[in-house]
């Protein structure tokens, strides 16, 4: 079960010391949990391409950021997302909440977001997993840990 506790918990035994976002429906229930655990900075950002760059100076300081958004911003955060993880080759690690996800596969939405999201990944050459019901934060802990013991960014689409 993917709950704020348990991913706070989570995301501190990985080492994360700063959790950059702007929530969605899905990732803000987390929000108190993420607030109120020691050792762990939230961090609000106005737009996602700034959060991919707030990460990426924390982590050129020697922090462990992860950065939290959702689908319409992944998408607006493109050019910033691009030279991070690129150019620069910094190894973020980021989860986006996929909203409509289910609600398309049963063919009941016109929302957009579920079907552009997987490609832009892919075409970006940025490893990723889909996250439903079934999985846990202790899933999300393993393809962050995935990601950091081969060196390379990563990211967890959150079906919502």
């Not at 106005?46 to 982590?59: D, K, M, P, Q, T």
């Amino acid at each position: 079960m993917l709950d704020g506790p348990s991913i706070a918990a989570a995301l501190k035994t990985c080492g994360i010391t700063h959790v950059v976002w702007i929530p969605d429906s899905e990732l803000g229930t987390w929000e108190s949990a993420l607030a109120d655990t020691e050792g762990l900075s939230l961090i609000r950002v106005c737009r996602e391409g700034e959060a991919f760059a707030l990460a990426a100076g924390l982590w050129l300081g020697g922090q462990k950021p992860i950065v939290l958004i959702q689908c319409t911003g992944f998408f607006e955060a493109g050019d910033a997302l691009r030279n991070v993880l690129h150019d620069m080759k910094l190894p973020l690690f980021f989860v986006v909440g996929v909203r409509s996800y289910y609600a398309l596969q049963k063919g009941v939405t016109v929302d957009t977001c579920p079907v552009f999201t997987e490609p832009i990944l892919r075409a970006w050459q940025i490893p990723y997993v889909v996250f439903d019901h079934r999985n846990s934060a202790d899933d999300l802990a393993a393809a962050y840990r995935q990601a950091q013991a081969e060196k390379r960014a990563g990211a967890v689409l959150i079906a919502e």
